[in-house]
């Protein structure tokens, strides 16, 4: 065998006998919505028509792939796509990323708009969302994730976070913050979660303190100017929205039962 000839391929031996070495293959559309199971194909906002549906008509229409959030002026729809396997079981190993479907309303519950957002996207959309809302949905059925309530200490209010951390420690923590203290919040994919489960880091203009409970092998407490969570989407959309709009007044506290790693 040529020199030349044995450089080209030997990357592609590497690659298929290390099983750490991940190779893309597009393969045919799945789709996950929230309510379970797989599609072949993402649900078709076309038959939605700005001053024309309703809402009552968007839940109907996109039932499969309600959040549960209960605002009133926007329904929020989520799933994951798929077009991309991974070798050398493409077809089981799939990468999913998430779809954000919001439709807003006016006062009488008829579509303004709508579009389709990535996670970061919806991120950056959320406070403006969150505006239009007169007033903070009451407590919901939550699925897993993190919990908060809000402190009023003297008239300065505090969240109290308990939360599981994914990647990359796999913890639970607590800690306690203030909006004053937030610079900014993003997202991040890496590991899929279930369908309406959403990652959040929360970065700070301080270090703060955080106990941790590394699933019993160690736990205590350090300083951190991020804190890092899962929890269900409509959890994420109140966190925004103390995080985010100072006379925002959450009425009851958000409890989840933590998932397992």
């Keep these: 065998m040529q020199p030349t000839l044995l450089r080209a391929i030997l990357p592609v031996f590497i690659c298929i006998f290390l099983t750490a070495c991940v190779i893309p293959i597009k393969v045919a559309t ?18 939605i028509r700005v001053g024309v549906t309703t809402r009552i008509e968007i839940i109907q229409q996109f039932g ?22 991974i070798a050398p079981t493409p077809h089981t190993d799939r990468w999913w990323a998430p779809h954000n479907l919001v439709v807003e309303f006016d006062e009488k519950g008829t579509v303004t708009r709508y579009q389709v957002l990535s996670d ?16 903070p949905p009451e407590f919901q059925q939550t699925t897993c994730g993190t919990s908060f309530k809000m402190d009023d200490v003297m ?10 951390e994914m ?5 639970t923590w607590k800690s306690r913050i203030t909006r004053e203290q937030i610079e900014r919040l993003s997202t991040w994919e890496g590991m899929t979660p279930p369908v309406n489960e959403f990652d959040l880091t929360i ?9 941790f409970d590394e699933h019993g092998w ?17 959890t994420i959309v109140l966190l925004v929205q103390f995080l985010h709009i100072p006379s925002a007044k959450i009425n009851a506290t958000r409890t989840i039962v933590p998932i397992k790693p």
């Design 30 to 47: 799945r789709v996950r919505p929230v309510t379970g199971g797989t599609l072949e194909s993402e649900p078709d906002t076309r038959v």
């Design 64 to 85: 499969a792939f309600d959040t549960g959030w209960k605002g009133e002026r926007f329904f929020l729809g989520r799933w994951l796509r798929s077009g991309v396997g």
């Design 120 to 135: 970061k996207k919806l991120l950056d959309e959320l406070p403006t969302l969150l505006s239009a809302e007169r007033h």
């Design 155 to 164: 008239g300065k209010e505090f969240l109290d976070l308990s939360a599981f």
């Design 167 to 171: 990647a990359p420690r796999q913890e």
């Design 203 to 211: 970065h700070l203009r301080e270090k703060v303190e955080q106990e």
């Design 218 to 234: 160690r736990r205590g407490k350090r300083r951190t100017k991020t804190l890092s969570l899962r929890a269900d989407v409509p």
